[in-house]
């Protein structure tokens, strides 16, 4: 006869078909039923922590949701900084973990609900007679409200037979949030009609608008209106068209492009929260820019913003580009760009009446007047620094040329982040994550590796890192060389340091020996489990990337870059911190 732990692992096979975790006395049942009954796949990580982050990657990845499990305690109470960075970054997944007794706490208990609430997620706990309807209804709150969900089995209730398991009914998903009433009926006309007056447009998408499908709308609204377009970090790739895309913004993006933007007098901003490195604390726009922002957030997410839109991205863009179809056709209109006569794009201008209409010379938009690749260039380094170590640009920039073009990119935290981002072009937000940094946290990416490596089962995982992020999650190492076999690559940033801290701390004269790691053999460390590592000392160490790239991923090793860097390069974005808190 079926278990509580079986009903809950049926149920939740039905709509979840990865699940990560490390086995205990808590999750044991949950853990049996999974692998004996249910087409799920498990893959085991080395710290519960990686549960998390796995299920978190796999969801980031994929756009599927994911699971991760734990025993109850202190298996629990690993997951807490992960489950903290899935909260803040609004990424669905459910927890299983064993818990308390229904009689109470034992001496190793504790209030596992208080702990998972105080880092903002909710707990569903389920009973014998309840189990699979409880399991649907933490799905469901997942995916409605983009957050993770602890999902509790009482100890004592684990193994109790609970008979067959039910039909549970379908997770609601909630349908995408369309702009609604005369408020927001109205922002969006004024939205429409200032992106046809404006003379330097642009749009500005997060993953937010990736999320909500809104990439070829936002494409098409790019061309009607003749913008400029950018991103944030995580939505990098949500523009299809990378000819007029400055890339990324704030202190990852290119100078040129960052002045491009302060040009704008329109800018409407789809899906992004407008964090401060976002808008380079504060700094992004021009004062006189015209600012709209388009979320599903409750309000505005910045002081900057003017106007703003509760509304799914792709939505609300396809409502704009509907209201300049109309003004186009509407011959009281004299133009689809307004009544000024430079933000013509391919014909003509039609002014004065119908009857007596005459035609100007047009002028091309903006947009074409620029040059985009000119502006988003960065500085290309040397190949060593002044220290004699590799410098990290002319790494990033010859690392991006060998990489396989199918790639999806983890990235821990630290002050490394910004060489991939700057350097390494990625096809889509989904292609490009960074988990930790909503929660301003490392130690994250090994785990990384074996959510993104599940998702995408034909793709190359390429995994960023610093060493102290490295060596804070050093237990998952093993865990990506097995998921991710030949199709992972593993690029340490080796600065033997904490480099971020250096940069801000040690500037200010504090003491550096707190901030200083021992110079470790990552290389070593990836052959220990089964990978191939590389010692990177010269642009020329590189070279096995480009044949380990040609070799077939069945049959070659896990690949570690372990990169000797100087940490005198300070990245750009660091820079902008560094002058922001001095």
Request: hydrophobic share 45%; net charge negative.
């Given at each position: 006869m079926p278990t509580v732990s079986a009903h809950v692992a049926l149920t939740l096979a039905q709509h979840i078909d990865a699940v990560f975790g490390v086995m205990g006395n808590g999750n044991a049942y949950f853990l049996d039923a999974i692998e004996t009954q249910t087409d799920a796949v498990f893959t085991a990580v080395?710290?519960?922590?990686?549960?998390?982050?796995?299920a978190d990657a796999h969801f980031r990845a994929s756009g599927r949701i994911a699971a991760g499990t734990s025993t109850y305690g202190a298996g629990f109470t690993n997951t807490l900084t992960a489950l903290a960075e899935a909260v803040q970054a609004h990424v669905p997944l459910v927890l299983v973990v064993g818990d308390e007794p229904t009689s109470g706490p034992r001496p190793w208990d504790v209030d596992q609900i208080a702990l998972a609430s105080a880092v903002g997620a909710r707990t569903y706990t389920v009973g014998r007679a309840d189990a699979a309807a409880t399991t649907v209804i933490a799905i469901e709150h997942a995916l409605t409200y983009r957050v993770p969900v602890v999902l509790a089995i009482p100890y004592d209730v684990a193994s109790l037979e609970a008979g067959e398991v039910p039909p549970a009914p379908e997770p609601r998903i909630p349908s995408p949030l369309r702009p609604r009433g005369e408020f927001a009926e109205g922002m969006l006309e004024q939205i429409a009609g200032a992106l046809r007056d404006a003379e330097r447009p642009l749009l500005l998408a997060g993953r937010g608008a990736w999320l909500a499908g809104a990439s070829d709308a936002l494409g098409r609204l790019a061309s009607v209106?003749?913008?400029?377009t950018a991103t944030t970090a995580l939505g990098r790739g949500v523009f299809p068209d990378a000819r007029y895309d400055l890339g990324v913004t704030g202190g990852f993006g290119a100078e040129g492009a960052m002045e491009l933007i302060r040009e704008a007098d329109v800018a409407v901003v789809f899906g992004a929260a407008l964090n401060q490195f976002t808008m380079r604390f504060g700094a992004l726009f021009a004062p006189g820019t015209r600012v709209?922002?388009?979320?599903?957030?409750?309000?505005?997410?910045?002081?900057?913003?003017?106007?703003?839109?509760?509304?799914?991205?792709?939505?609300?863009?396809?409502?704009?580009?509907?209201?300049?179809?109309?003004?186009?056709?509407?011959?009281?209109?004299?133009?689809?760009?307004?009544?000024?006569?430079?933000?013509?794009?391919?014909?003509?201008?039609?002014?004065?009446?119908?009857?007596?209409?005459?035609?100007?010379?047009?002028?091309?938009?903006?947009?074409?007047?620029?040059?985009?690749?000119?502006?988003?260039?960065y500085d290309e380094g040397d190949a060593l620094a002044p220290d004699g170590r590799l410098d990290p640009r002319s790494a990033a920039r010859r690392i991006a040329e060998l990489l396989p073009e199918d790639r999806v990119v983890v990235s821990d935290g630290g002050h490394f982040i910004g060489w991939a981002n700057m350097y390494w072009p990625v096809a889509a937000p989904d292609r490009m994550m960074m988990i930790g940094t909503a929660f301003q946290s490392i130690g994250q990416g090994w785990p990384s590796v074996v959510g993104a490596a599940l998702a995408r089962r034909e793709s190359t995982v390429v995994l960023t890192s610093g060493d102290g992020g490295g060596l804070m999650a050093i237990a998952d190492l093993e865990s990506a060389v097995r998921a991710a076999a030949g199709r992972g690559i593993a690029v340490i940033w080796n600065d033997a340091a904490y480099g971020a801290e250096v940069n801000l701390y040690g500037l200010k004269g504090l003491a550096e020996g707190p901030m200083l790691i021992p110079e470790v053999d990552f290389a070593a460390f990836g052959a220990a489990v089964g990978?191939?590592?590389?010692?990177?000392?010269?642009?020329?160490?590189?070279?096995?990337?480009?044949?380990?790239?040609?070799?077939?991923?069945?049959?070659?090793?896990?690949?570690?870059?372990?990169?000797?860097?100087?940490?005198?390069?300070?990245?750009?974005?660091?820079?902008?911190?560094?002058?922001v808190n001095s």
């Open positions: 080395r710290h519960e922590q990686g549960a998390v982050v796995a209106t003749g913008a400029l709209f922002q388009i979320d599903i957030a409750p309000a505005a997410t910045h002081a900057n913003i003017g106007g703003f839109v509760r509304a799914d991205a792709r939505l609300a863009a396809e409502a704009i580009i509907e209201r300049l179809a109309s003004a186009a056709a509407n011959p009281s209109i004299v133009h689809i760009f307004g009544a000024d006569p430079r933000r013509a794009a391919s014909a003509p201008v039609t002014t004065g009446t119908p009857s007596t209409a005459t035609e100007t010379t047009p002028v091309r938009p903006w947009r074409e007047t620029v040059d985009v690749a000119a502006a988003r260039a990978a191939e590592g590389v010692v990177v000392r010269t642009l020329d160490d590189l070279d096995r990337l480009a044949t380990w790239a040609e070799e077939d991923p069945a049959t070659r090793r896990f690949l570690l870059l372990d990169l000797r860097i100087s940490g005198d390069v300070i990245a750009p974005y660091q820079q902008e911190i560094i002058r």
